[in-house]
């Protein structure tokens, strides 16, 4: 069989922090061999980093998610950018993230939060940029103000994470050289328009995750902890809603994977 692989698990997350030895080791008895762990603030890159480390094929990327924004400071940036010019050489380094913008929670989608949502992302885009890195974009009710700015820099590339749009923001997308993350939403039955994505758009276009520890999927309980693991189990569900073998969902995602985060290739081999 084909590796595992999750493109979007923040295991450096406090839920994870009284057994994360065991999550990591349940995740490599599952089979998932590459794990991409995103930061969500500038006090967790070190963490991302190690974690990226301890597993035989593990990745990570640096950035200032969009709900962590409120707390940043205008110093943030610079010390997100001081870390990437240090840690260029880090083939574990692999894309900028989680990035984006979130215009679901109310407190921060209006007025000035909203500006500075957009500020940080266009900074942090023009950082994957000139560093020559993708990135891994958080996409909440926020699909064409994303794209609006994507269109506007030299092509980038990377992961559409937890994507939620529409069939042609999401063909946008493609054409600006990202991939689809596909996690645990698309497993519940009522998810109509995400389960139609996931089933119409080529393979070769979407990537697994889990996102843990959030996203769990149909099968755990309602506001269980989602874990690496759960993303040998999301391969299969995908692989049965789109009526393919295992195998091919995760050759097809694999290649995907490997294209629109080129540094995965020297470590997801
Ligand atoms: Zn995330």
Partial sequence: MSALLDTHCHLDAAEFDSDRTEVIARAQAAGVS???????EIKALGH?????????QGAYA?????MFVRYATDSDLQALRDFV???LDDPRLVAIGE???????PEISHGSQRARQIEFYRAQLELAHCCGLPVLLHVRRSQDELLKWLRRMPPIGGIAHAFNGSFQQAEQFIGLGFALGVGGAFTFTRAKQ????VTTLPLSDLVLETDAP?????WLARDARNAPEQVAAIAASLAQLRGVELDVVLAQTKQAALRVIPRL???WT
Avoid: C, K, N, Y
């Avoid at 590459?34 to 969500?40: C, D, K, M, R, S």
């Avoid at 991302?48 to 035989?56: C, D």
């Fill in 34 to 40: 590459g794990v991409l762990i995103p930061a969500v």
């Fill in 48 to 56: 991302v980093r190690s974690l990226a480390w301890q597993f035989e």
């Fill in 62 to 66: 640096v950035g200032i998610h969009p």
């Fill in 85 to 87: 010019q240090a840690h």
């Fill in 99 to 105: 990035i984006g913008l979130d215009f679901f929670v």
């Fill in 194 to 197: 995400i389960r139609r994505l």
């Fill in 214 to 218: 959030d996203m769990a999927p149909a």
């Fill in 265 to 267: 290739q020297t470590i």
